[in-house]
């Protein structure tokens, strides 16, 4: 079964400093992955995907993700980290057990706290 | 482009009773996919409709239900409403499968 990992709670990193939330995924097929934000009391924002081609994938607010296939990992990265950065963070991987589905399965998040 | 908008925002309900939630996905968009999220169990995925058709439905108790108009949008409805249905219920509309979901802010219910 398809699954999504992200080992760690929460990620503490001063403004300015580059930041990485990790995830790691695991699939029978090729991956199609995704990170969200979520802000206190709001939805899910999307933030960038992976379906194929580059594996340095860049997407909004400066963020950027680096998918590694022997690794199985798509850590989500800023080289300079802002305190409104500080947010909710999901990493999620499209089922492939049924097709044509939009399902997304979603790590358990990682809480990013950027500290002035 | 407007975003996908869910009403009500938030709903207090009494153990028993049967809600219904709304979700206006962003025009164009004839997928729209349902999930609850709680602290302990995190986002967990309710149904999937697409062109009025459930196309995916994850494992949720037959109280969990919902549909999708011709317009695309859509209702969940959960009947019975138990302590542990409290969550942040959000919808999410897109394109196709290949395309990433966009999230409304939710509905917010608390059973008492």
């Known amino acids: 079964a398809q699954s999504v990992a992200q080992p760690e709670d929460q990620v503490n990193v001063a403004e300015g400093n580059p930041l990485t939330v990790k995830c790691t995924y695991s699939v029978s097929g090729n991956p199609y992955l995704f990170w969200y934000v979520q802000y206190p009391n709001r939805g899910l924002q999307f933030l960038l995907k992976y379906i194929t081609g580059d594996n340095l994938v860049k997407g909004s607010y400066g963020f950027e993700a680096e998918f590694n296939k022997s690794q199985t990992s798509f850590h989500l990265k800023k080289p300079s980290a802002l305190v409104s950065d500080s947010a909710l963070y999901f990493c999620?991987?499209?089922?492939?057990?049924?097709?044509?589905?939009?399902?997304?399965?979603f790590g358990q998040g990682t809480t990013l706290q950027v500290k002035p | 482009k407007a975003g996908v908008t869910q009403t009500p925002r938030y709903l207090i309900k009494t153990r028993g009773q049967q809600v219904t939630l709304s979700c206006s996905p962003i025009?164009?968009?004839?997928?729209v996919s349902w999930y609850q999220q709680t602290p302990g169990q995190g986002l967990q995925f309710l149904f999937e409709?697409?062109?009025?058709?459930?196309?995916n439905k994850g494992n949720f108790p037959g109280r969990f239900s919902g549909r999708q108009f011709s317009n695309s949008r859509s209702e969940m409805n959960v009947s019975t409403l138990e302590l542990g249905d409290s969550a942040l219920y959000l919808c999410a509309s897109s394109h196709g499968t290949d395309y990433e979901q966009y999230f409304g802010p939710g509905t917010r219910l608390t059973v008492t």
């Open positions: 409709y697409f062109s009025e058709t459930q196309r």
């Open positions: 025009s164009g968009h004839r997928s």
């Open positions: 999620a991987v499209r089922d492939e057990g049924s097709s044509n589905t939009g399902k997304l399965i």
